[in-house]
């Protein structure tokens, strides 16, 4: 069986790129450079795959269809190339960690923001990450305060890395055609953060509560956390909504909610 032949899986959300002009522009920003530790997360029919190859010593790829990575090694015959038949939300990136990895891939929108925080917890061991997404997607993750796209993926994620969109990608450039615009992100894992912060687990159980509900004020949202008191000694207006606070108010937010429970803990 051709792999251009291949049956497409829609629980997948599979979209292949197929535009020779869009696939060189997206290896110009990947910039791939011979000593690159390069894992590409859903190669597809190899789009990316096939020309990254020329660049590098070796790739490895994770492929949840087991009937694509199969056709994949048929097609690619380069002892280089590595692979692995699994979920990409599942994997252990670990197993790389002396590796400084570059990570690449077509990422399907079900599965986009959790494998993002997936990532966060190997930010250490990953040099940079070029991911096409729903256009949408990258704009709330590059989004700014005071603005609706602005929410948990943007302070999360702008909190640990570097954000950038890169390009913009049309419909046309894939088969089947998406029905959005898709976009190039590049993510950058920072390895000083501009805000000390006392627990990561802290900071995501302010962000997202105070995001669940977008339309209370925070000293609402957070209630069962910290109370009025404990906001307005921090300087923050409690009645304003999360898309209105600075990266850093969620970082001092989260800080107070980490004394209290060590208070708490130590009583």
């Known amino acids: 069986m051709q792999i251009d032949s291949h049956h497409i899986r829609k629980r997948f959300s599979q979209n292949f790129l197929k535009d020779q002009v869009i696939i060189d522009k997206i290896i110009n ?11 590409e997360i859903g190669p597809g029919k190899g789009a990316l795959t096939i020309p990254i190859l020329k660049y590098v ?3 490895n790829a994770i492929e949840i269809d087991r009937e ?24 252990d990136y670990s197993k790389f960690k002396n590796k400084n990895i570059r990570l690449i891939g077509n990422l ?3 599965i986009s923001t959790p494998l993002l925080f997936h990532l966060l917890s190997y930010k250490k061991i990953i040099k940079n990450m070029f991911f096409m997404l729903q256009k949408e997607v990258v704009e709330r993750i590059c989004a700014k305060p005071n603005s609706k796209k602005y929410g948990r993926l943007s302070v999360i994620l702008q909190y640990y890395c570097d954000v950038e969109s890169m390009l913009i ?31 990561n ?26 109370n009025k008191n404990d906001i307005s000694e921090l300087g923050i207006d ?14 001092t937010l989260s800080n107070q909610y ?7 803990e130590n009583m």
Do not use: C, H, M, W
């Open 57 to 59: 010593k070796n790739l």
């Open 238 to 251: 409690g009645n304003l909504r999360a898309e209105n606070l600075q990266i850093k108010d969620f970082v």
């Open 201 to 226: 687990e802290s900071f995501k159980i302010i962000v997202r509560e105070a995001f669940s509900q977008r339309r209370k004020t925070i000293r609402n949202a957070l209630k069962i956390f910290l």
């Open 68 to 91: 694509l990575a199969r056709l994949l090694k048929e097609k690619i015959k380069n002892e280089e190339f590595v692979v692995y038949e699994n979920d990409a939300l599942k994997f």
């Open 29 to 39: 920003l990947i910039n791939p450079q011979k000593d690159d530790f390069i894992i």
């Open 108 to 110: 399907p929108y079900n």
């Open 258 to 264: 980490q004394k209290k429970l060590l208070k708490n």
């Open 169 to 199: 990608i049309k419909p046309d450039a894939f088969n089947p055609s998406p029905k959005v615009d898709s976009a190039i992100i590049k993510i950058t894992p920072l390895s000083n953060t501009k805000y000390d912060l006392y627990s």
